[in-house]
């Protein structure tokens, strides 16, 4: 029989915690195999303190702590945004002839990194096709799993079953 260390214990609360804010089971986070990872980076990018305090919130009502947006977009696009930048865009950056899509917003002071800060990074390997998202529309990763060439030519099927709230 093997002890439980205060690590362990601080990693089933992280997961616990992200299966409440970003609405999958605890059994889909353990299974993206990304749970150390996200919860080592939290720990190193924001600190032991500022995870626990956003852990310790109600989660029906974090959603405006920077910190938890920053834990639910590495859950489900597999970044690190820094807890500035997780609920802002740059829309004039990306809405210029030519340009498409969202960018991370630029910090006021610099772009990413000139003022001392880490910009946005892809946490593992892994992370870009464990993320949450592809689960969420019914998709797969372009290219990167299953079922592979040319699964992108037709739109998603979402599976038709009712889930029922697992505590």
């Known amino acids: 029989m093997t002890q439980e260390t205060s690590a362990d214990t601080e990693l089933r609360d992280f997961v616990r915690f992200s299966a409440a804010v970003t ?16 919860h080592r980076t ?28 920053s834990i639910i977009k590495l859950w489900y696009v597999g970044v690190w945004y820094r807890p500035e930048q997780a609920g802002r865009l740059d829309v004039a950056a ?10 991370p917003a ?8 000139e003022d001392g800060s880490s ?27 299953a079922p ?3 699964s992108w030519a037709t739109p998603p099927a979402f599976e038709d079953h009712h889930e029922e709230e697992v505590r």
């Open 23 to 38: 609405g999958f089971s605890e059994f889909d986070l353990w299974g993206t195999g990304q749970a150390e990872a996200y």
């Open 42 to 69: 939290a720990l190193e990018q924001v600190g032991p303190e500022a995870v626990r305090a956003a852990m310790a919130a109600d989660p029906s009502a974090v959603h405006a702590d920077p910190v938890v947006k």
């Open 119 to 145: 910009p946005p990074f892809v946490v593992s390997p892994d992370a870009y096709t464990e993320g949450l998202l592809w689960r969420a529309i019914g998709a797969h990763p372009s290219g990167a799993k």
């Open 148 to 150: 592979g060439y040319g």
């Open 94 to 103: 990306w809405t210029a002839p030519g340009r498409s899509g969202a960018k």
């Open 106 to 113: 630029v910090p006021e002071g610099g772009r990413d990194g």
